[in-house]
């Protein structure tokens, strides 16, 4: 990271950060251009380090492009507050918060793990936990939960006074 007093350092607190964060941008590679999209997750540290979930169809191009080897790369951001340090319009600025990771995504095929990783996303965006019969049998039969696991991460924040 070039701007290095900027950096967020240990996985709690970039989570943290993440969960901030209303969405996220998912990144897979493939032959042209990166296919990127937004999207809704959840987020937690786990035993083996942090695992970001989202869910989609269970069909389509994101679950094309992850069964060629599930490398992705994500990243999440808030623009906390713009203003202007008195020169307009180069005097213009931002204090904001980001995190951009990498990992590998696998789609979840055990319920209990499906399960879990939409009461993970789902507490993201209500606070709330959910049981099993909370979800319709029809949506989860409609639905792919994904886990990417995290090999690296970082965070990177500028909040000024």
């Not at 493939?30 to 942090?50: H, I, K, Q, T």
């Not at 094309?64 to 994500?74: T, W």
């Not at 180069?90 to 990771?101: A, I, K, M, N, Q």
């Not at 499906?114 to 996303?121: A, E, I, K, P, W």
């Amino acid at each position: 990271m070039r701007k290095h007093e900027r950096e967020v350092c240990g996985d709690a607190a970039i989570l943290e950060i993440l969960l901030r964060c209303p969405y996220l941008t998912l990144a897979i590679a493939r032959e042209g251009a990166p296919y990127c999209v937004p999207l809704n997750f959840g987020a937690e540290l786990s035993e083996d380090g942090p695992v970001v979930y989202f869910h989609c169809a269970n069909e389509g191009t994101k679950l094309d492009l992850l069964a060629a080897g599930g490398e992705v790369s994500f990243c999440a951001a808030n623009m906390l507050r713009v203003f202007n340090k008195g020169v307009a319009p180069c005097g213009y600025t931002t204090d904001y918060e980001s995190v951009c990771g990498e990992g590998v995504a696998r789609v979840l095929t055990q319920e209990k793990e499906r399960l879990h990783g939409l009461n993970v996303l789902m507490r993201h965006y209500t606070g709330g936990e959910f049981a099993k019969d909370a979800f319709s049998e029809r949506a989860l039969a409609l639905t792919a939960v994904v886990a990417i696991g995290v090999s690296h991460w970082t965070g990177k924040r500028l909040v000024r006074e």
